[in-house]
Nanobody
Framework: QVQLAESGGGLVQAGGSLRLSCVVS????????MSWYRQAPGKQRELVAT???????NYADSVKGRFTISRDNAKSTVYLQMSSLKPEDTAVYYC?????????WGQGTQVTVSS
């Protein structure tokens, strides 16, 4: 069973950068896509970025040009490099793995951007 563990969140000033990590364990083979989602207080969870098995990436319009999703297969880790952070990026960020149509979620990591 796939398990995900996020880390790297924290408090940063507007304009700063953070890198989130998601370590994948327990059945990495067969994962079709890895994504980062976020959920701000009082808002629905939204898709931030996705990387599929072939390496293609997709981003929400709100983060294009500022965030980069990548993976290190040797470390079974997916990253989200976040730059030029804005206060509206404040949210709990969740890692998501999709395998054979089933989704697995991490516990989330808090990102807070101060103005």
């Amino acid at each position: 069973q796939v398990q995900l563990a996020e880390s790297g969140g924290g408090l940063v000033q507007a304009g700063g950068s953070l890198r989130l990590s998601c370590v994948v364990s327990g059945g990495v083979s067969g994962i079709n896509a890895m994504s980062w989602y976020r959920q701000a207080p009082g808002k629905q969870r939204e898709l931030v970025a996705t990387i599929i098995s072939g390496g293609t990436t997709n981003y929400a319009d709100s983060v294009k040009g500022r965030f980069t999703i990548s993976r290190d297969n040797a470390k079974s880790t997916v990253y989200l490099q976040m730059s030029s952070l804005k206060p509206e990026d404040t949210a709990v960020y969740y890692c998501n793995a999709r395998k054979f149509g089933l989704a697995t979620w991490g516990q989330g990591t808090q990102v807070t951007v101060s103005s």
